[in-house]
């Protein structure tokens, strides 16, 4: 409480002293301070919203909101401030270049932060997508250095215009799997998402080359696991490579070629390319947008070759089960990865990229039924059907037979078809709810993924609420 009352009497004293001083280069360092404080108390309430319990670990997806928000040097000329998203400053004798730019609530600190350790001129921001966690401070970068060059993707502005108008849309996807989300977007000012131009722009396979203090960059333009708009920087007389979300925001992990909140199919030999790309530049550390940086050509060059083969092994397993005319949902569960291209499926998983890979190639339309043309959903049957199956009590009864026998999926179709007709059937809401505690479970057990144990906690939640 003490902590916050201060935070707050900071906040009251910036907003007085930015509007008196408001008109002056002051004023700039009051609203940073007074984002700051505002982002300090948005990141204590976002880590007492996502606790974490014994079987969501702080490296995995789930513990991004609990990384204190600090300055480390991972290698020499090197800072970075941590946090959800890492900010990477790297030090020239000729001035300061700038790799992602963190969430916005965050921003404020990490600019600060990395200021008091590096102070200097920024002459290059280099964006490496436009997901919000990695763009989220550049204004306020751009708002003292003005003249600093962004790079980024040729894509990038194409991503972030779409996000951008379909903000509403995703942002109430993302609420139901980040609870501690506001329930609107930002309107205006810093925190709000979009609106960065970029001055370069380096189009898919291509390079930028620029040389600053003697210390050669490579801006390189890669499709990645987190979208076609993706771009690396290569530092190659010291063989560091920072990656932003190219490889995902764990290293190594199952690409997410799909996401549960939505957005674009990730084109998987798109992706498969730019790791072949990667892995011959023989990096000796590899400094991720998330958690830690890796270190070691040889464990590097092992984890890429293995995410690689991985999502080739994925892509041409799922091929060739559409030229055998297996169904997508036997491939789904059919594909599995051999021991030794094991990876982590906390962000991505096999049989969603299963599916995303099919859809990519072949579009929604499966082949399989006249109905998938038109739209009108089988669900809209469901209260016929729950009546001819003589009400909800049989189909709770089946339910609960499913679950008996282990068969979860299908205990949730009994229950959604019988909640057609009455959703608030005390004994179907139980089957549901026992079901997705069930699904839970085996999903920490599976590899926790964080989108669906996201999902799942939600619909846990709703379901407690419908009971009570």
């Excluded at 707050?8 to 004023?27: E, F, H, M, P, Q």
């Excluded at 946090?83 to 609530?105: K, P």
């Excluded at 390319?273 to 070691?296: N, Q, T």
């Amino acid at each position: 409480m003490v902590n916050v009352l201060k935070w707050l009497g900071v906040l009251l004293l910036g907003i007085v002293l930015g509007y008196a001083l408001r008109d002056t280069g002051l004023s700039r360092v009051i609203d940073e301070r007074r984002a700051e404080a505002v982002g300090t108390l948005a990141s204590s309430y976002i880590a007492s919203q996502t606790e974490l319990d014994d079987r969501a670990q702080v490296k995995t997806v789930a513990g991004l909101q609990h990384i204190e928000v600090e300055v480390d040097q991972p290698a020499p000329g090197v800072f970075r401030a941590s946090g959800v998203g890492n900010t990477f400053l790297i030090r020239t004798d000729e001035g300061l270049v700038l790799f992602d730019t963190g969430l916005a609530t965050q921003a404020a600190k990490h600019k600060r932060l990395l200021q008091d350790s590096v102070p200097g001129e920024v002459t290059h921001i280099v964006l490496s997508h436009s997901h919000a966690d990695h763009i989220g401070g550049t204004k306020f970068w751009l708002a003292e250095f003005p003249d600093a060059q962004v790079v980024t993707h040729a894509k990038f502005l194409e991503g972030q215009r779409y996000l951008k108008d379909l903000e509403r849309h995703f942002w109430s996807r993302n609420r139901l799997l980040y609870t501690f989300m506001p329930e609107e977007p930002p309107e205006g000012g810093m925190n709000a998402y979009g609106g960065i131009t970029p001055d370069i722009e380096v189009a898919e396979g291509e390079v930028l080359t620029f040389t600053l203090g003697g210390v050669r960059f490579e801006a390189i333009a890669a499709a990645g696991a987190e979208g076609d708009d993706n771009l690396v920087l290569w530092l190659p007389d010291r063989r560091l490579l920072f990656s932003g979300d190219f490889f995902g925001p764990l290293f190594p992990m199952v690409p997410n070629l799909f996401t549960l909140r939505g957005e674009k199919f990730r084109d998987p030999l798109a992706y498969v390319r730019s790791l072949d790309r990667l892995i011959a530049l023989e990096p000796e550390m590899v400094l991720p947008s998330h958690f830690d940086p890796i270190s070691g050509a040889e464990r590097v060059r092992q984890d890429m070759q293995r995410m690689r083969d991985a999502t080739q092994f994925i892509h041409d397993q799922t091929v060739a089960g559409m030229n055998r005319g297996d169904s997508l949902w036997q491939l789904m569960r059919d594909v599995q990865l051999p021991p030794e291209l094991a990876l982590s499926q906390g962000h991505g998983k096999v049989s969603w990229n299963v599916r995303s890979i099919w859809e990519h190639y072949s579009t929604w339309f499966h082949f399989e039924s006249t109905t998938e043309l038109y739209p009108v959903q089988i669900r809209e049957l469901y209260p016929d059907l729950a009546a001819l199956a003589g009400g909800p009590e049989p189909l709770a009864a089946k339910a609960r037979q499913s679950l008996q026998t282990g068969e979860l999926e299908a205990a949730l179709h009994w229950v959604e078809l019988g909640l057609a007709s009455q959703p608030d059937h005390p004994e179907l809401l139980q089957a549901r709810l026992d079901a997705l505690k069930q699904l839970l479970d085996r999903a920490y057990q599976q590899g926790s993924n964080y989108s669906e144990t996201g999902w799942l906690k939600s619909r846990i939640d709703a379901t407690e609420a419908a009971l009570d």
